[in-house]
């Protein structure tokens, strides 16, 4: 014991050897692909109740370039449930020696000012030394937090960043002897090291010699590929509320205690509702009814406050003022719907577009959005309370295909969001091109977007003016030359929402004519380009992930000026792969030469060796997305 | 659209009390009417106003937009007082986050700060032929303090939905030693704007000038003379009201290739010339160019920092020793000395506090590093001298108005050998006497006393140019290998090195190859790297992938390979605003293509050339064929730096022309010999 606490208090005091602030001390292979080298990384949490914990950090960081001058900074993020009790840093030379003391002057203290939330009481305090002439030199930093939500513990990925290698970390978790820690080990090297004393127990995990991470295209999400320690209580306290944290259950038990009795509604209101959905027959009418009014009369106001941002302000205050976030959304949502007589169930989940899921296997608060569970019959209706455009139910790129907790009087459960397969997510474009001898060519096309391929054009469909849209339009068309004459998008509400997009389009010189021969590309809008082959070998597993589910469709049938006809006819090409399929054809009929072109790509994990396939693949299929077929005016032999 | 844009931005000066031109603009004859507008009340017809020929599918419409200033006096102090009144219609979902409104206020380089003095806020909304309105309460207001020096005032409306329309009003006070110029009120903004006026009331111990920039003429300008008592015990002062209104406002719009939309907001601007209390403060502020000029010349932040500087005197001996007979390898040596010793902290300015400092430091903002130069240049006995310009994200320099605030850089000027450079160390991979992009903004301020400052032309000395040559020969299935040469020079070639010298080749090549998936690259060399005086040239040995296709007997080839362009930057019909490249460029692409055995031209891409009037810009193309050799030349120069919107139609046709010719393919046919 006596020693551990000496290694625990150990200050970054003078007399003890320097090598950490040396930068000739670090070992070569931490310089390949390095910006910077975590020198040390020190990280000691003390749990001192359920209720209350000491966080202290230490860092030496040795500054190899440019742009590894972003990791010699401090920032420390606090609110009034966490009090930043010190913050300590020194600059050094390269040599190791001490140029200078951070001084109170060098630390910025503001708001977390991020642009959204309207009320948030997030501060942040950051220290920078200034910028130094020549490299290499080293930070130092420490600082100690005291913290009073410990519904949180940290999450310990000390080599936070690409291309910074790590050289020492510890972590290290003081806990009450009664408060067993949880915690979840993830590609560490070496698992944890236990020693429990009479009153305390303590929990060490340490790394060695991580080099820098390059990041490839592709890869897995960071946190999956990076050494990871994810800490939780077993039992917590937070502003008086206590819990307890072992299950999912008891996550959800917790989330829904703090936020019981918090979903009154004025009786107006109440009638207002019941008189909307009453000649509504079915379940599904009444809940369509309640989310329409949900959606044309609130809006989303962030408010990042209340029990560590987790306690919703109540639905009468909403009824009130008509904002809300989106705990405060879901709430009143909810209460609409228990007045309609339909009952709901909150849905915690991690919300965004590419987030990783939650850690299953590890229960704790994972979470950053809430959203409204609506099961009726067979299905579950998954509703966005924040959005006030979206259509029901449609989950999408935000929060499809993943895991929530649904937060039940019993206690949490945990299930899935719906997930979409590439048939949801199409694109189809079916165009009518007639085609002139000199190689021009007008163009309509009738094109359908739908699932998360329509998201972008939706989006701009109801935020962008008549000129915007135009605007956002002819960015997007990749025709060389050409001009769009007119456009019109149009919305279908369809449970896998879809946008049409009508375009007519006047194409200048979309065949290259060459003496008697006119070369027609075939893939009028929609060819892909290859992707670049890995430059050195591949280290990560290739990851296709949600976004890679999707089919596009093309149909292009051209008119052909009069006497011109193929010279040669491609063959149908069909191309298939553990990625996805792609198939092509061409015929000619009535004078018309159809292009039909499929291409599917299904998302998936592929081992690193697979990423070489992939490349093949979208060759391929780049490849014949730029077939031509070259016409021939025929000579014309009677006259 | 109006073609003459540019050069009919128009531009007005007011002095408050010498305003006698009052024919520099007309209002215009129109039927729009000011609004009458009471705060918080609004009728059902306000709901269902006639059209304004404004775009109607924007997600809102500013209503009204009215700003007054009046001056005071609080604690001995003048303030200013604005108050905004503003109505907004919402008419899409998209704008429901305007319901909630931010406004920044600042403190003083003292002690004293901005004060929000009031806050109202209503939302109305049509229901039926009913409105119901709802009142901004404290619950939805809240104050941030972001930093020391910035706190947002925040307040979100209740009730905000699709239809609403919302208003507020605030009242702000701002006292002189926190600004001492009232805010720019922009007439135009991203959305469309009915009524927006602003009315200020300037007591005649008070010179501003008064500047307009943007391109809409005024609906409405008027001024009056009142009286007023803003001194306790001074007899009432005289002062001029000044009104200004513009009707149906179109939202403002963005293009490629612009400096930045500043440049063409309509709005008014103000800067304080001369304060003359009775009995009390006269002070003048900069009112022509020659006083500006000389303003800076003895500013302790400005002239004062590169007139004499011993501490540079070991430097300058070094430099002089090692470069005893040639001015120019001084000036380089100097000039490469800064750039390589001092770091550039990545911000902009045209001042510094104290150059020895920032030698000491090491690292300095532009205003720190370019002033240290001239210092050092000085001491070397250059005549060097700084030389004040807007950015191009600053926008443009006017030159009717001698205003320090217009500038946010400062480079060196040196006048050796009957020659006239410009230099800026804060680039250490730029060429001696060119400027950075940024810097690029048609004119500047040479400041050197004696009354002989001037302006400067800031057009750039070099061009953007890429020059890229080949031998090839057509490997089976579709591959095409041999040699390229890729040489960048000017803006182009500085760009490459210093995306080279940050990233190293690695990532340089990256860059290259992420834009060209089909290129395998064998070996790669590239040189000047290091000297910013010489070309940067990569020579590859390469393998291009499906850089032909085969058909039958025949082979067609495009000979632009994966260099030629492919899209039409310009892709409306019409432009608004001048087109802005920064500087001339000069594209060229040579290759050779060595034919394969038994193959014969069949028909090769027709040649083409087009020219832009005033010989302001050439695009090239020609194929030819000698013997079992084929070799394609495409040439682009765009001679000026920025185009007017009256040019642009041709420019459009220009870039069509090219894209259509890369396009273009070479036929080949297996002769009748080869045939076995």
């Not at chain 1, 007045?339 to 849905?347: L, S, V």
């Not at chain 2, 006096?73 to 009144?85: D, K, S, V």
């Amino acid at each position: 014991m006596k020693k551990l606490f000496l290694w625990l208090l150990a200050l970054p005091t003078l007399g003890v050897a320097q090598d950490e602030y040396r930068a000739s001390a670090i070992p070569a292979p931490l310089h390949t692909n390095a910006h910077a080298v975590i020198r040390r990384h020190e990280t000691v949490f003390t749990v001192k109740a359920p209720g209350e914990a000491t966080h202290r950090v230490r860092t030496v960081v040795t500054v190899l370039d440019a742009k590894g001058d972003d990791q010699a900074q401090l920032v420390v993020r606090y609110d009034k449930l966490s009090r930043v009790d010190d913050i300590w840093g020194a600059l050094y030379g390269a040599d190791g020696g001490l140029i200078k003391k951070l001084r109170k002057a060098d630390i910025d203290d503001r708001s977390a000012y991020d642009g959204v939330s309207f009320l948030t009481d997030n501060r942040l305090k950051q220290a920078i030394f200034p910028r130094q002439p020549s490299y290499p030199y080293t930070v130092e930093f420490v600082y100690e937090t005291t913290e009073r939500n410990l519904m949180f513990y940290p999450t310990w990925t000390p080599q936070s960043d690409e291309n910074v290698s790590l050289e020492q970390a510890t972590l290290t978790m003081v806990m009450p002897t009664n408060m067993p820690l949880r915690y979840k080990e993830v590609n560490m090297k070496t698992p944890v090291e236990r020693v429990a004393g009479n009153q305390q127990t303590v929990y060490r995990w340490a790394i060695q010699n991580q080099p820098a991470l390059q990041l490839e295209p592709m890869a897995p999400p960071a946190s999956e590929l990076l050494s990871t320690v994810y800490t939780a209580p077993t039992t917590f306290e937070v502003q008086g509320y206590a819990g307890v944290m072992q299950s999912w259950r008891d996550l959800g038990r917790f989330y829904y205690l703090l936020n019981r009795d918090r979903d009154q509604i004025p009786d107006a209101l109440r009638q207002r509702v019941v008189q909307l959905t009453a000649n509504e027959p079915t379940a599904l009418g009444k809940i369509k009814k309640v989310y329409e009014l949900v959606q044309q009369s609130t809006r989303y106001v962030s408010v990042q406050l209340g029990i560590g941002g987790w306690q919703t302000i109540e639905a009468g205050k909403v009824a009130d003022t008509q904002y809300g976030d989106c705990k405060a959304l879901t709430n009143y949502t909810r209460a609409l719907l228990k007045a309609a007589g339909i009952p709901a169930i909150d849905a915690l989940v991690r919300a965004g577009n590419g987030a990783p899921d939650i850690r299953t296997d590890f229960p704790s608060f994972q979470f950053n959005h809430v959203i409204l569970c609506v099961p009726i019959n067979q299905d579950t209706l998954y509703l966005e309370c924040t959005d006030q455009s979206g259509v029901m139910g449609y989950n999408g790129t935000f929060t499809g295909g993943r895991h929530v907790l649904l937060v039940t009087p019993d206690g949490g459960k945990l299930t899935q969001t719906r997930h979409y397969s590439p048939t949801d997510n199409r694109q189809v474009r079916r165009i009518d091109v007639v085609l002139t001898a000199d190689g021009n060519a007008t163009a309509e096309a009738r094109n359908l977007y739908t699932g998360i391929q329509q998201e972008s054009r939706a989006q701009a469909l109801v935020s962008k003016s008549q000129t915007e849209q135009r605007n956002w339009l002819l960015q997007r068309i990749v025709i060389p030359n050409y001009e769009l004459t007119n456009f019109l998008l149009t919305e279908h509400r369809t449970p896998i929402p879809a946008v049409s997009e009508n375009l007519t389009l006047s194409v200048r010189k979309w065949a290259t004519p060459s003496g008697a021969r006119l070369f027609l590309p075939l893939n009028l809008m929609s060819a892909l380009d290859p992707v670049t082959p890995a430059s050195a070998p591949r280290q990560f597993e290739l990851d296709l992930d949600a976004n890679w589910d999707w089919q596009d469709t093309d149909t292009v049938s051209y008119q052909l000026p009069a006497s011109y006809t193929p010279e040669f006819m491609p063959a149908p090409v069909s191309i298939r792969s553990k990625f996805g399929d792609y198939t092509a054809q061409v015929s000619l009929k009535d004078g018309r030469l159809i292009y039909m072109r499929q291409i599917t790509v299904r998302r998936g994990r592929h081992p690193a060796s697979a990423y070489a396939e992939w490349v093949d693949f979208r060759r391929r299929a780049a490849r014949q997305d730029k077939v031509q077929v070259v016409l021939v005016k025929q000579e014309v032999a009677t006259k | 659209m109006d073609s003459h844009l540019y050069k009919r931005i128009w531009v007005l000066t007011l002095l408050s009390f010498l305003f006698m031109d009052t024919t520099a603009v007309v209002a215009q004859a129109t039927s729009t009417q000011a609004p009458i507008v009471k705060l918080g009340r609004v009728t059902a017809a306000d709901f269902d106003l006639a059209a304004s020929g404004l775009d109607s599918t924007a997600e809102a419409e500013v209503l009204y937009d009215h700003g007054s200033v009046r001056f005071d006096l609080r604690n001995n102090t003048f303030i200013m007082e604005f108050t905004r009144h503003r109505r907004i219609r919402i008419l899409k979902k998209s704008a429901l986050n305007r319901g909630t409104v931010e406004i920044p206020t600042f403190k003083g380089e003292g002690a004293e700060r901005e004060y929000m003095v009031g806050i109202d806020g209503y939302t109305h909304n049509l229901n039926g032929q009913n409105v119901t309105t709802d009142k901004l309460t404290r619950a939805g207001m809240v104050s941030e303090r972001v930093s020391d020096q910035v706190t947002l005032e925040k307040f979100t409306l209740p009730n905000v939905r699709e239809g609403s329309i919302i208003e507020y009003r605030y009242v702000l006070q701002t006292p002189f030693s926190v600004a001492h110029n009232p805010r720019t009120w922009a007439f135009q903004e991203e959305i469309p704007v009915r009524w927006s006026e602003y009315n200020i009331t300037i007591p005649n111990y008070f010179y501003y000038k008064i500047i307009m920039g943007g391109y809409l003429g005024l609906t409405e300008q008027k001024q009056r003379s009142v009286s007023m008592n803003l001194l306790p015990g001074v007899p009432d002062t005289p002062a001029i009201v000044y009104h200004f209104a513009i009707a149906n406002v179109p939202a403002l719009e963005s293009e490629d290739y612009i400096t930045t939309t500043r440049d063409y907001t309509s709005k008014v601007e103000f800067e304080l010339a001369k304060v003359q209390i009775p009995n009390g403060l006269i002070k003048d502020f900069t009112v022509s160019w020659e006083t500006l000029d000389k303003t800076l010349l003895m500013a302790d932040w400005f002239g004062n920092q590169y007139k004499k500087a011993p501490f540079l005197r070991d430097v300058a001996t070094l430099i002089r020793s090692q470069n005893p007979t040639d001015s120019l390898a001084r000036l380089s040596a100097a000039y490469d000395y800064i750039r390589k010793s001092i770091k550039w902290d990545g911000s902009n300015s045209y001042s510094c506090k104290s150059t020895r400092k920032i030698f000491e430091a090491k690292k300095g903002d532009a205003g720190d590093i370019n002033l240290l130069l001239i210092a050092l240049l000085r001491e070397l006995d250059f005549d060097a001298n700084p030389v004040l310009l807007s950015t191009r994200s600053h926008g443009r320099v006017m030159e009717e108005y001698a205003l320090t605030r217009q500038f946010d850089y400062v480079v060196a000027h040196v006048h050796t050998n009957g020659q006239e450079i410009m230099l800026d160390a804060t680039d250490p991979f730029i060429k001696m006497g060119m400027l950075p992009k940024r810097c690029l903004n048609q004119t500047g301020r040479l400041v050197v006393p004696d009354q002989k400052s001037r302006f400067v032309s800031l057009l750039p000395t070099e061009r953007d140019t890429e020059l890229t040559s080949g031998q090839f020969t057509l490997a089976d299935d579709g591959e095409v290998k041999g040699t390229m040469k890729h040489s960048r020079g000017g803006y182009s070639g500085w760009s490459a090195r210093s995306v080279y010298q940050t990233d190293g080749e690695a990532k340089y090549l990256e860059q290259i190859l992420k834009k060209r998936p089909n290129w395998q690259l064998n070996t790669t060399e590239i040189t000047g790297v290091s000297n910013p005086a010489a070309a940067f040239e990569s020579n590859h040995t390469l393998v291009i992938a499906d850089a032909y296709t085969e058909a039958g007997d025949r082979i067609y080839l495009n000979p632009m390979l994966t260099e030629g362009r492919t899209q039409n930057p310009f892709k409306e019909k019409t432009r608004l605003y001048p087109v802005d490249f920064g500087a001339p460029i000069e594209e060229a692409f040579m290759a050779t293509f060595t034919l394969p055995q038994g193959f014969a031209v069949e028909e090769l891409p027709k040649a083409a050339v087009i020219s832009l009037p005033d010989k302001a810009g050439r695009f090239s193309y020609q194929v030819l064929h000698t013997g079992n050799q084929l070799q394609v030349v495409s040439r682009l120069s765009l001679r000026k730096p920025i185009y007017f919107a009256e040019e642009y139609g041709a420019l459009r046709e220009l870039f069509a022309l090219i894209v259509t010719k890369h396009a273009e393919r070479v036929v080949l046919k297996r002769g009748e010999v080869a045939k076995k």
